[in-house]
């Protein structure tokens, strides 16, 4: 089946720094990957639509200059979180379309949690 | 703005037990329903419905879809505590070639020994 895998799974990083996060889908192209954050219980709320080759779309309220997504490849999206600070605390996924027809639906990485001190 | 509300929000069981979890939605451009299951980590596919009417089954778990009156259900039968989890609703609209996905809040189950 649709495999995505996410990379790092956790990371904790310094109040200032810069943190990447990595989406690949390992079996399909995808030219469309999104991503997610989620804050503890609570759902998953979309931040953007990683284009392959083109910029990302944010959603309303999601700072563009903060959350850097590049979708260089079919199969890779990157997520950089930029000067991140304690309150981006959270658990960030990402997930792809395997392609039309299929009953994956959309497969999900195993997301990052990413813990700002 | 699409919109995708689940309830109940959270739901205590027994082993045994039957539950219904719900999720309405309001959508432009409706393409398809999809259930998640989320443990510690990322959603696990369940269900993708697009017809009304007609059941889907997998073990224990089924799910169906209404699209006149905008609500989707999933039913557990016989819970085990393996069944604990944030099940999560989600709708696929737009006009996109992909379609964008809205989440609902999600139902926090706990099932008991």
């Known amino acids: 089946g649709a495999v995505v895998s996410q990379h790092p799974s956790r990371v904790i990083c310094k109040s200032g720094t810069s943190v990447k996060i990595e989406c690949r889908s390992l079996?399909?192209?995808?030219?469309?990957m999104f991503w997610y954050r989620q804050f503890p219980k609570q759902s998953l709320m979309l931040m953007a639509t990683s284009n392959e080759g083109s910029k990302a779309t944010y959603e309303q309220g999601v700072e563009k200059d903060k959350f850097l997504i590049n979708h260089a490849s079919l199969t890779l999206s990157t997520l950089t979180v930029t000067s991140a600070h304690p309150e981006d605390s959270s658990f960030y996924i990402c997930s792809a379309i395997p392609g039309t027809g299929t009953n994956y639906g959309y497969t999900f990485g195993s997301g990052t949690r990413l813990t700002v001190v | 703005e699409d919109k995708v509300v689940q309830s109940p929000l959270s739901l205590v069981v027994h082993e045994g037990d039957t539950v219904t979890l719900n999720c309405s939605y309001e959508?432009?451009?409706?393409?398809?329903l999809l259930w998640y299951k989320q443990e510690k980590k990322a959603p696990t596919f369940l269900f993708m419905l697009?017809?009304?009417?007609i059941e889907k089954k997998s073990g224990r778990l089924s799910s169906i879809l209404d699209k006149k009156e905008l609500f989707s259900i999933l039913n557990i039968t016989a819970t085990q505590t393996g069944d604990s989890a944030i099940y999560l609703c989600?709708?696929?609209?737009?006009?996109?070639?992909?379609?964008?996905?809205?989440f609902g809040q999600g139902t926090i189950l706990t099932v008991h020994p």
């Open positions: 697009t017809s009304s009417g």
């Open positions: 079996d399909f192209q995808a030219t469309t």
């Open positions: 959508v432009t451009n409706f393409r398809s």
């Open positions: 989600a709708v696929v609209a737009g006009g996109t070639s992909y379609g964008k996905l809205t």
